[in-house]
């Protein structure tokens, strides 16, 4: 299978367009290339039960981000303040960067 890069890095604003976060917007804090997931701060939070003992003392219920899947998130624009369609060029000194489609703002700085 071909080596895919992920359309969605590490800082980058995203919004949700499918599942039950859909229309939100958050800011990738991961990106797990190997599950085509990525996990975006505060959004598909899920609660996870922590055994009393070991390095939590007391136990009980932590949230946590789950990862989302990639298919489901579309890069926000910081310029058009929406999801971008996202386009690629190489710039003079041969750097690939991603542009949004719509305004042509560089998201890669
Ligand atoms: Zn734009």
Redesign the pocket.
């Known amino acids: 299978m071909e080596k895919k890069k992920l359309h969605i890095r590490k800082n980058d604003k995203v919004m949700v367009v499918a599942g039950r976060e859909k229309g939100k917007i958050g800011t990738v804090l991961k990106v797990i290339p190997r599950k085509d997931r990525a996990v975006v701060e505060k959004l598909n939070m899920v609660k996870r039960h922590t055994k009393p003992g070991g390095k939590s003392a007391q136990g009980g219920i932590i949230e946590k981000e789950s990862p989302i899947h990639v298919a489901n998130l579309m890069l926000v624009?910081?310029?058009?303040a929406?999801p971008?369609r996202v386009g690629h060029k190489v710039l003079e000194d041969s750097s690939k960067v991603r542009f949004?489609?719509?305004?042509?703002?560089v998201m890669d700085k």
Do not use: M, T, V, Y
């Not at 624009?77 to 058009?80: D, F, N, T, V, Y």
């Open positions: 624009c910081g310029k058009c929406e971008a949004c489609k719509k305004c042509g703002e």
